[in-house]
Every structure is written in structure tokens, then in C-alpha cells.
């Protein structure tokens, strides 16, 4: 069983960073691709990132801005924001899937298997 665990939310003016993990629990560490996404208040949940062994790919809100990393030994992921704005306040998420597979240019978010709780970002003055 596999258990995700974020990280580092907060609240945040607009043009700071912000840092969030995800705390890996479970078995076969490298194996597993990690999926970022948050969902804004009366929106759908977008993805942002996936990063798996060897590749790392970002989606449209997140190219540019946001930089996803893992890191072995600590068995954690995270996720860098940077030049913070009002409309990146959502929930991030972390999820993991054994590959990142994008269908039509979208992260097919189904296919994850386990899912974090999520952790609040708000940015805002």
C-alpha cells in the first residue's frame, strides 16, 4: 500500500515562492511516476507535473513557473512554485501512477492509483 503525504501550503503574497512535498510511504519508491495537480475553488482538477525515473514533464499552468523534483533518498517529491499568483490558489495534490501518460495533451489523472489529502495554497495580499 502506498500512502502520499503533502506538504508546505500556506498563505503567501503574489510574486513569492513556495515549495510543496509529498511524502512517499509504500513500496518500490523508483517505480512509481508522481503526478502534481490542484483544483481551484469551483473548477476542475488540473495537472501540472509528472515526473517519473527518468523524464519529467509540465502542463500549461505549470511550464515555466514551477519545477517538480524527487528526491531518492528522502523518498519525497516536490514541487517549486515561483512568481506566485492569486489564481494559483487551489489544493495541490500529489498521485502516483506507474508512468506519466498523457492523453490529448492532458496528464490522464484517472489512471493514478493513490492520491495525497492535498494542501492548501492561497496567494493573495
Known amino acids: 500500500q502506498v500512502q502520499l503525504v503533502e506538504s508546505g501550503g500556506g498563505l503567501v503574497q503574489p510574486g513569492t515562492s513556495l515549495t510543496l512535498s509529498c511524502a512517499f510511504s509504500?513500496?518500490?519508491?523508483?517505480?512509481?511516476?508522481i503526478g502534481w495537480f490542484r483544483q481551484a475553488p469551483g473548477k476542475e482538477r488540473e495537472d501540472l507535473s509528472c515526473?517519473?525515473?527518468?523524464?519529467?514533464y509540465y502542463s500549461g499552468s505549470a511550464k515555466g513557473r514551477f519545477t517538480t523534483t524527487r528526491d531518492r533518498s528522502k523518498q519525497t517529491a516536490y514541487l517549486h512554485m515561483t512568481a506566485l499568483k492569486p489564481e494559483d490558489t487551489a489544493i495541490y495534490y500529489c498521485?502516483?501512477?506507474?508512468?506519466?501518460?498523457?492523453?490529448?495533451?492532458?496528464?490522464?489523472?484517472?489512471?493514478?492509483?493513490?492520491w495525497g489529502q492535498g494542501t492548501q495554497v492561497t496567494v493573495s495580499s
Open positions: 515526473i517519473s525515473r527518468r523524464d519529467t
Open positions: 509504500g513500496s518500490h519508491w523508483d517505480d512509481w511516476a
Open positions: 498521485a502516483v501512477d506507474l508512468i506519466c501518460y498523457y492523453d490529448d495533451g492532458a496528464l490522464r489523472e484517472a489512471d493514478f492509483k493513490f
